[in-house]
T-cell receptor
Framework: DTGVSQDPRHKITKRGQNVTFRCDPI?????LYWYRQTLGQGPEFLTY????????KSRLLSDRFSAERPKGSFSTLEIQRTEQGDSAMYLC?????????????FGQGTRLTVV | AQTVTQSQPEMSVQEAETVTLSCTYD???????LFWYKQPPSRQMILVIR??????QNATENRFSVNFQKAAKSFSLKISDSQLGDTAMYFC??????????FGPGTRLSVLP
């Protein structure tokens, strides 16, 4: 078990370009979360999946953002037509919800810089 | 909507001393979970301690303990015998049964030698 893996670790893109991030959760973790964190702030919830089903999306997730988890394993987060305000750390986490919430295990994040 | 408040943006403590970080939350639910996460500089977030709301006994993990006051919706973290490696951002988080995690804005803790 190597933990939650995110790729790439860093991404610099020009405004208006599309970017895609990947998250590989801990195997057998059926729940996967995406969060966004700006400098000095707490993580803000974006969306989460239970297996391949996207169960909830935050109002923060504009129509330029889309997330998928096609086979219930890895997930991708795509941002279209990036804006400078999208610059942030994008965190992925996974967990195994049972009788209640167990802890969420976080990846190291993908830092996006839009120039 | 649930909210989590951490009123101390920054704190410092001398090595080997004790420090308490504050957290309050707002919810109308009865079954939920509370967490403290630690995020060291440039490193990933890890769980420090977890508390189930239905348990009256405060959770303890080695040098870390919580003071959970359900009626007051308060969930503070006490770090005893502070170590230099405790220097990090600390986030209080709330999760309803089976729902996503809501994080507070964080407290930056510096442990001074």
């Amino acid at each position: 078990d190597t933990g939650v893996s995110q790729d790439p670790r860093h991404k610099i893109t020009k405004r208006g370009q599309n970017v895609t991030f990947r998250c590989d959760p801990i195997s057998e973790h059926n729940r996967l979360y995406w969060y966004r964190q700006t400098l000095g702030q707490g993580p803000e919830f974006l969306t989460y999946f239970q297996n391949e089903a996207q169960l909830e999306k935050s109002r923060l997730l504009s129509d330029r953002f889309s997330a998928e988890r096609p086979k219930g394993s890895f997930s991708t987060l795509e941002i279209q037509r990036t804006e400078q305000g999208d610059s942030a750390m994008y965190l992925c986490a996974s967990s195994v919800p049972g009788q209640g919430n167990t802890e969420a295990f976080f990846g190291q994040g993908t830092r996006l810089t839009v120039v | 909507a649930q909210t989590v408040t951490q009123s101390q943006p920054e704190m410092s403590v001398q090595e080997a001393e004790t420090v308490t970080l504050s957290c309050t939350y707002d919810t109308s639910e009865n079954n939920y979970y509370l967490f403290w996460y630690k995020q060291p500089p440039s490193r990933q977030m890890i769980l420090v301690i977890r508390q189930e709301a239905y348990k009256q006994q405060n959770a303890t993990e080695n040098r870390f303990s919580v003071n959970f006051q359900k009626a007051a919706k308060s969930f503070s973290l006490k770090i005893s015998d502070s170590q230099l490696g405790d220097t990090a951002m600390y986030f209080c988080a709330f999760a309803n049964y089976g729902q996503n995690f809501v994080f507070g804005p964080g407290t930056r803790l510096s442990v001074l030698p």
